[in-house]
């Protein structure tokens, strides 16, 4: 089975601080995804990475970095956290042959700042 | 940009009735994929069911089924004999062939009642 394994479940950081979040998959995916989770506004993509060290931004990057060094870990980092980063966090991986293939997902990391 | 709209916040069912989650989504691309995503209280997202817009048969998934109408950019799932189980978040989701991004709608809570 393909896993999507996110290191944290749940954080609390307060303001200000430098938050990583780390997503690690199994499944030599090409593809991985870093998307935030809010009631009523569904998933957003936050940022999207398709090979070691590429990146693209996806519709809600600011305020938010990623890093991607090796092929199966995809980082995400809030350089200054603020309140209105409170929310859940998905990360996602998937291969690049072809737009129709399955997404998986990790758990989720609900992160608070306070 | 493309959208997905979910309409229906919640919905409930009764056990071994049948449900209709309702999707419109809009885009100017002729060739893409659809999802429906469950996320269960557990909150990893899992894949229930997908479409690809060139094919004009509706796909099926033993009790889950889609109602395709790509004129009218509609995309509704239905659930037949509702299971306890299938009480959940389902979202949405549009893929563009050309890419690899998911756009998901706001989701849809589906409540069982035994």
């Known amino acids: 089975d393909v896993k999507v394994t996110q290191s944290s479940r749940y954080l609390v950081k307060r303001t200000g601080e430098k938050v990583f979040l780390e997503c690690v998959q199994d499944?030599?995916?090409?593809?991985m995804f870093w998307y935030r989770q809010d009631p009523g506004l569904g998933l957003r993509l936050i940022y999207f990475?398709?090979?070691?060290?590429?990146?693209e931004k996806g519709d809600i990057p600011e305020g938010y970095s990623v890093s991607r060094e090796k092929k199966e870990r995809f980082s995400l980092i809030l350089e200054s956290a603020s309140t209105n980063q409170t929310s859940m966090y998905l990360c996602?991986?998937?291969?690049?042959?072809?737009?129709?293939?399955?997404?998986?997902f990790g758990e989720g990391s609900w992160l608070t700042v306070v | 940009a493309q959208t997905v709209t979910q309409s229906q916040p919640e919905m409930s069912v009764q056990e071994a009735e049948t449900v209709t989650l309702s999707c419109t989504y809009d885009t100017s691309e002729s060739d893409y994929y659809l999802f429906w995503y469950k996320q269960p209280p557990s909150r990893q997202m899992i894949l229930v069911i997908r479409q690809e817009a060139y094919k004009q048969q509706n796909a099926t998934e033993n009790r889950f089924s889609v109602n395709f109408q790509k004129a009218a950019k509609s995309f509704s799932l239905k659930i037949s004999d509702s299971q306890l189980g299938d009480a959940a978040m389902y979202f949405c989701a549009y893929n563009r062939r050309a890419g690899n991004m998911l756009t998901f709608g706001g989701g849809t809570r589906l409540m069982v009642k035994p």
């Open positions: 990475s398709y090979d070691v060290k590429m990146k």
């Open positions: 499944m030599d995916h090409e593809n």
């Open positions: 996602a991986s998937s291969f690049s042959d072809s737009s129709g293939n399955t997404i998986y």
